[in-house]
């Protein structure tokens, strides 16, 4: 009977041991389904950044074609007046 005693008592200390180190690590890593409810939000937000991040590349490639487009026409229009300014005045009287 001693040793079955001694059993339950290094048996009941070592429960103990292990129940104190699980607290610790609920302690430090926190409830389970929290920090799965968590990753999953993050991983949400990931994906609806990158979602976003490729718009908002797309909506500058479209601006930025917008703003080379512009910037050609009016090169054209600066080179137009200035021949118009360079030719003589063309008047009726001859």
Known sequence: ???IDEAQQKLD???GRLE???ERVFERVGD???VRRETQALVADRARLAEE???AMARERD??????DAADAL???IKEVRAALDQPEITGEE
Do not use: H, I, R, T
């Open 13 to 15: 200390a070592a429960l």
């Open 63 to 68: 601006l930025q074609k917008l703003a080379d």
């Open 32 to 34: 389970p389904e929290l």
């Open 53 to 55: 991040l490729d718009e």
């Open 75 to 77: 090169g054209e229009a």
């Open 20 to 22: 104190d180190n699980l």
């Open 1 to 3: 009977m001693v040793k």
